[in-house]
């Protein structure tokens, strides 16, 4: 490691930490005060990849770890459907898009609280209690799920076991992990510098590959379990719950609130990661609620582009997620094939998400990539919309269902943009609630656009698919186009007050990031520019 995390000499060191100029109080985060410097200062290459590689150590395995519980628990349904979830619990109609649903209404409820929650409470021990209820919720319903089925295995009606019960039990769930996808952004932009959030955020976010492909094979071994006195379904809810209960008690301890109360390092180490966030223009935290920064958000017309990609893209994945067991299964797979084919579509979900973070990283141009990422997920909708599946068409269908995950890497692009053009911590924790309420409500009606009428081929669901796909691309690009613009009016700007040419700035733009601790919002900053 010692080629990767370099060293740095003492001399180098207090060279680069002296001297520490205090900040006026009354405009920045006291916490952060005690660590940031008035100016900005150098932090090497060599000290630079080191402190990235001690954070990943603690935060990065921290989200990875739990984006994949999350992930998994919420998609213990998908792999439930073809299970026998469906028969043993009495579903009829609709029911089973209802239990889709009704997780993201939970969402839905709890992103107000927790958004609020999030810029007045310590992150890390935040969402460790948070991870700590919902897997409670899992493990404590099938458990009682157990003991009532053992008592009278005819009539159960258990917590988890009727239409009534996982409605509750789903609901209760989408209220605790409705913190995980903020928190993860708000952490994002506190602990890494911009050029690494795009590919930060999907690796986090291709947990979501990574649950299928573990989950499958976590599914396929419970499949073969023969017990009388718990079904296969809830005996895969049982030992998710309880594994989620322990890592939240593990996280707890082992995962830092910020750079500064980190205790796990040294002083002038926590300073340095401070400073090296300074010119994403974003801030680290600030406790004190600031009503004009909410009014801002109201009047911002990028936030609202925001919350309308969330909706368009969600109303395609949500219902690709609940309902992609069933689909595959349609095209002529057994029950246990589908569940390994999950396997496969894991893998191809990391690929895209990786590769789609990548070239955008590489190219510096992540709506392009997004407008990019669309054309396969257009074209496996159009085969699957008009090739009837038959043991000689199955394998083509497959293909063309994988073609159709492109879209899953259109939400970590989203959040990384979120994550990157937001600043000011009132404003990012309102756009935060603002566009993870698009997020949860789109997520909550994406099981409704695949009705039990429309099985199997599910011919309407598609086309509303299609009309989304060419939504998401127009809004996708109003957003480049209101970025463009804002950066150019801050350019013209800088080159007014600075004697300048507005194209000289554009080429070779020097930005002091002074304002970078200020709690300044994004709109109201000279120095922030935009990324896309």
């Known amino acids: 490691m010692a080629d990767i995390e370099g060293k740095v000499s003492k001399a180098e060191q207090q060279e680069t930490l002296a001297p520490v100029k205090p900040f006026h109080h009354g405009e920045l985060d006291q916490e952060t005060a005690a660590y940031a410097n008035s100016t900005a200062i150098h932090v090497d290459k060599a000290t630079n990849r080191r402190l990235f590689w001690m954070i990943n150590r603690r935060v990065l395995v921290c989200m990875l770890a739990t984006y994949f519980c999350q992930s998994l628990d919420k998609g213990t349904l998908g792999f439930a459907s073809v299970m026998g979830i469906q028969k043993d619990a009495s579903l009829v109609g609709n029911d089973y898009s209802?239990?889709?649903?009704?997780?993201?209404?939970?969402?839905?409820?709890?992103?107000?609280?927790t958004n609020f929650l999030l810029q007045k409470l310590p992150v890390g021990k935040y969402i460790a209690t948070n991870v700590f209820l919902w897997g409670t919720v899992i493990a404590v319903s099938e458990s009682s799920a157990v003991r009532e089925f053992e008592a009278d295995p005819l009539q159960c009606s258990a917590a988890a076991t009727n239409f009534p019960g996982l409605m509750v039990v789903r609901f209760l769930l989408g209220i605790f992990e409705s913190?995980?996808?903020?928190?993860?952004?708000?952490?994002?932009?506190?602990?890494?510098?911009?050029?690494?959030?795009?590919?930060?955020?999907?690796?986090?976010?291709?947990?979501?590959?990574?649950?299928?492909?573990?989950?499958?094979?976590?599914?396929?071994?419970?499949?073969?379990?023969?017990?009388?006195?718990?079904?296969s379904w809830q005996l895969l809810f049982l030992v998710l719950g309880v594994a989620t209960c322990a890592w939240a008690l593990f996280m707890g301890w082992y995962l830092p609130d910020s750079p500064m109360k980190a205790?796990?390092?040294?002083?002038?180490?926590?300073?340095?990661?401070?400073?090296?966030?300074?010119?994403?223009?974003?801030?680290?935290?600030?406790?004190?609620?600031?009503?004009?920064?909410?009014?801002?958000?109201?009047?911002?017309?990028?936030?609202?582009?925001?919350?309308?990609?969330?909706?368009?893209?969600?109303?395609?994945?949500?219902?690709?997620?609940?309902?992609?067991?069933?689909?595959?299964?349609?095209?002529?797979?057994?029950?246990?094939?589908?569940?390994?084919?999950?396997?496969a579509q894991g893998g191809v979900t990391i690929a895209v998400m990786v590769g789609g973070a990548s070239l955008a990283t590489w190219t510096k141009q992540t709506i392009l990539i997004m407008h990019l990422w669309t054309i396969p997920a257009i074209i496996g909708t159009a085969i699957i919309f008009t090739i009837p599946p038959t043991p000689k068409t199955r394998a083509g269908l497959l293909i063309a269902f994988y073609c159709t995950q492109f879209i899953l890497a259109e939400g970590n692009l989203l959040f990384s943009l979120i994550s990157r053009n937001v600043a000011g911590q009132t404003k990012k924790s309102t756009v935060l609630a603002v566009t993870f309420i698009a997020w949860s409500s789109a997520n909550a009606a994406a099981p409704q656009i695949f009705r039990s009428d429309d099985a199997p081929r599910y011919h309407k669901g598609l086309t509303a698919h299609f009309c989304l796909?060419?939504?998401?691309?127009?809004?996708?690009?109003?957003?480049?186009?209101?970025?463009?613009?804002?950066?150019?009016?801050?350019?013209?700007?800088?080159?007014?007050?600075?004697?300048?040419?507005?194209?000289?700035?554009?080429?070779?733009?020097?930005i002091e990031h002074s304002n970078a601790f200020l709690d300044l919002t994004d709109k109201e900053n000279p120095d922030f520019r935009y990324v896309y």
């Open 179 to 231: 913190c995980v996808q903020p928190c993860f952004i708000l952490m994002t932009s506190m602990w890494y510098t911009r050029s690494e959030q795009t590919i930060l955020t999907s690796l986090w976010y291709c947990m979501t590959g990574v649950q299928l492909m573990v989950g499958g094979l976590l599914a396929y071994g419970v499949q073969h379990y023969q017990g009388h006195s718990i079904k």
């Open 469 to 510: 796909y060419a939504l998401f691309n127009i809004i996708l690009l109003t957003l480049r186009t209101v970025l463009m613009a804002r950066n150019r009016k801050k350019r013209s700007a800088a080159a007014a007050a600075a004697q300048v040419s507005p194209s000289e700035t554009s080429v070779d733009e020097k």
């Open 98 to 113: 209802w239990l889709g649903t009704i997780l993201y209404v939970g969402v839905l409820v709890g992103e107000y609280p």
């Open 263 to 343: 205790k796990c390092w040294s002083e002038e180490d926590k300073r340095l990661m401070v400073e090296r966030v300074r010119a994403n223009e974003t801030g680290i935290q600030n406790r004190v609620f600031k009503k004009y920064q909410v009014l801002e958000v109201l009047r911002d017309p990028a936030v609202w582009l925001y919350a309308l990609l969330q909706i368009t893209s969600c109303l395609i994945i949500g219902g690709l997620g609940v309902f992609s067991n069933i689909i595959i299964k349609s095209f002529g797979f057994t029950t246990l094939q589908t569940q390994l084919l999950n396997i």
